[in-house]
């Protein structure tokens, strides 16, 4: 079994400066962790995954996160925000590949706010 | 680029009536997913196919019930809509069950 917790339902960060969404796991598996973004009125884009290689992974828009066994963690940073970043975020757990995507399971949401 | 196109953005139904949310992908893609998004409960999987005619049941199939008779595409039935399916619900599709899911931007219905 696997959950996934996002310890913030809401961030506010100012233009320019960082940003830290977080995100905590429970797997009976060695898992892989992705995070999608949606913006308002749109469907979910994957900005990165892990799946048991680098633990540092990078994705689109400047983000990147870092797989944490020890912490059980999965945290996505950006050293910049930028206006274009505000939107939700989910945070994704599944088993290790091979996996199946019906077998996901999504965190309940970070919405993150960017003020000017 | 892949894409996902669902029927309607925005639907309002009344208690009772038999409902049916559409989805097409354009990528030839084996498996098809319907998800609902409701807050604070992040998304959840509704059912999924991984062929045409073929279906299995997510973590919530109560009340739904989903047809693909084509491989582009796949429907959501509500059979008879209840205010507690008030909800966002969103289709997704990826090449094999391996692969990236890509999304559809919804569609936001509301039963009266």
């Known amino acids: 079994a696997q959950s996934v917790t996002q310890l913030d339902s809401h961030v506010s960060v100012s233009e320019g400066t960082p940003v830290l969404l977080r995100c905590n796991y429970s797997?009976?598996?060695?898992?892989?962790l992705f995070w999608y973004v949606q913006h308002p009125n749109k469907g979910l884009q994957l900005l990165l995954k892990?799946?048991?290689?680098?633990?540092l992974v990078k994705g689109i828009n400047g983000f990147e996160a870092e797989f944490k066994k020890s912490e059980t963690s999965f945290h996505l940073t950006k050293p910049s925000a930028h206006m274009s970043d505000a939107a939700e975020y989910f945070c994704?757990?599944?088993?290790?590949?091979?996996?199946?995507?019906?077998?996901?399971?999504f965190g309940a949401g970070t919405r993150l706010t960017v003020k000017p | 680029d892949v894409k996902v196109t669902q029927s309607s953005r925005y639907l309002v139904k009344r208690t009772g009536e038999k409902v049916f949310l559409e989805c097409v992908q354009d990528?030839?893609?084996?498996?098809m997913f319907w998800y609902r998004q409701d807050p604070g409960l992040g998304l959840r999987l509704i059912y999924f196919?991984?062929?045409?005619?073929?279906?299995e049941k997510g973590d919530i199939p109560e009340g739904y019930s989903v047809s693909r008779e084509k491989k582009e595409r796949f429907s959501l039935i509500l059979e008879s809509a209840s205010t507690n399916q008030t909800s966002m619900y969103l289709c997704?599709?990826?090449?094999?069950?391996?692969?990236?899911?890509?999304f559809g931007p919804g569609t936001r219905l509301l039963v009266l």
């Open positions: 797997s009976s598996y060695s898992p892989s």
């Open positions: 997704a599709s990826s090449l094999t069950s391996l692969k990236t899911q890509y």
């Open positions: 892990y799946t048991s290689a680098a633990t």
């Open positions: 994704v757990v599944t088993r290790a590949p091979p996996y199946n995507n019906n077998d996901m399971r």
């Open positions: 990528m030839d893609h084996e498996n």
């Open positions: 196919s991984y062929d045409v005619k073929m279906k």
